[in-house]
């Protein structure tokens, strides 16, 4: 399915007291790697929101290799793992400048109608996009 590759450069706040990424920044690399998917193929969080659509995190999972540390170049690797349906979800590799995979994760979102706050279906848009 559809991959993009984003690099991110690690900020002195992101981590601990040991210079080594905080856990809870993890999910932050990650939502990053999903926006930049999204906006990558003309969809965006902000338009779906906008049409009533949400899109919650309903399952996180993060296997941590290696330790990443402030100023690492990283590279977010993101992979839709499947075509949606009422859940899309990600596949991700994070590596270092040389190659090594430092993390691998999962994230699994539910297409949310604003309204009702129910699952449904993703928006045409969405699918058609994914098959150009």
């Known amino acids: 399915m559809k991959r993009d590759e984003i690099e991110i450069r690690i900020r002195y706040a992101e981590t601990d007291q040991m210079g080594v990424v905080h856990h809870a920044n993890y999910a932050l690399y990650l939502e990053i790697g999903r926006v930049e998917w999204l906006r990558k193929l003309g969809l965006s969080y902000k338009k ?31 992979q839709l793992k499947e075509r949606p349906r009422s859940v899309v979800e990600f596949d991700y590799e994070i590596a270092n400048d040389f190659g090594e995979i430092l993390a691998t994760a999962n994230t699994v979102l539910a297409f949310i109608n604003m309204k009702t706050n129910k699952p449904t279906r993703p928006p045409k848009y969405f699918l058609d996009v994914l098959d150009s």
């Open 48 to 78: 779906m929101e906008e049409e009533g659509i949400a899109l919650p995190v309903i399952s996180l999972r993060v296997n941590y290799v290696k330790p990443i540390h402030y100023d690492d170049l990283i590279k977010v690797k993101t």
